[in-house]
């Protein structure tokens, strides 16, 4: 079955400082999708990340940065020097691939991240 | 409009009636997918739609839930006799299938 677990449920942190959320993941599929989203106080998820299983190249992208290791099935989503802008829930997420996809996403129970100024 | 829109935006209802909730996803988005968010937890996925078919329903958790879509357009979540364990938010999200999933605001549903 798949599953995603957000070991931490809640990160708190001081402006500046760089903080890194982990996800761990289970499939039995060999193709895959990885997601993060956010979710700010005003309820909306937003998308940051889609990677599919066969792109292990780590991405950066501003201030945001994810490490896909396969070997550990982990997807772990970096903020470097966070910003109080940055307070949220962060949500992982996996979607199976190959013929069985159909976009559903399976998530974790999501990380709140509160950054201090 | 340009995003995922849900209606209404809160709901509070009490135990034992009917509600309906409202999606319009984006335009031209085939697949459409409900997903409810208790208090403090992630999103539980509740079914999806491809078109105006529903070949995955394995989340909706009683018989009481029920959904509809009208072609590739509005769809409409009904929970019958409703009762207070189904207080939640109630998300709303579109794609075109493969990609990133659009998520709505959500429809904040309290049964009193």
């Known amino acids: 079955a798949q599953k995603v677990t957000q070991a931490q449920t809640e990160i708190s942190v001081v402006e500046k400082e760089d903080v890194t959320l982990d996800c761990v993941y289970e499939t039995r599929d060999t193709t895959y999708y990885l997601f993060w989203y956010k979710q700010p106080p005003s309820g909306e998820l937003v998308f940051l990340i889609r990677?599919?299983?066969?792109?292990?190249q780590n991405e950066i992208s501003g201030r945001y940065s994810w490490n896909f290791q396969k070997s550990t099935s982990s997807f772990n989503f970096t903020i470097t020097a966070s910003q109080v802008v940055d307070s949220a829930v962060y949500f992982c997420a996996l979607s199976e691939g190959g013929s069985g996809n159909t976009g559903k996403l399976i998530f974790g129970q999501g990380t709140t991240l509160q950054v201090k100024p | 409009g340009a995003g995922v829109s849900q209606s209404p935006s809160n709901k509070v209802t009490e135990k034992g009636k009917d509600v309906e909730l409202r999606c319009d996803p984006i335009?031209?988005?085939?697949?459409l997918y409900w997903y409810r968010q208790r208090l403090g937890q992630g999103l539980e996925f509740l079914i999806y739609?491809?078109?105006?078919?529903?070949?995955?329903k394995s989340g909706l958790p009683s018989d009481r839930f029920s959904a509809e879509r009208t072609g590739e357009s509005v769809s409409t979540l009904t929970i019958q006799r409703t009762q207070q364990e189904d207080s939640a938010v109630y998300l709303c999200?579109?794609?075109?299938?493969?990609?990133?999933?659009?998520f709505g605001q959500g429809t904040r549903l309290t049964v009193v």
């Open positions: 999200a579109s794609s075109l299938g493969t990609v990133e999933a659009f």
């Open positions: 990677r599919n299983s066969f792109d292990e």
């Open positions: 739609f491809q078109g105006n078919s529903a070949p995955d």
């Open positions: 335009s031209g988005h085939t697949a």
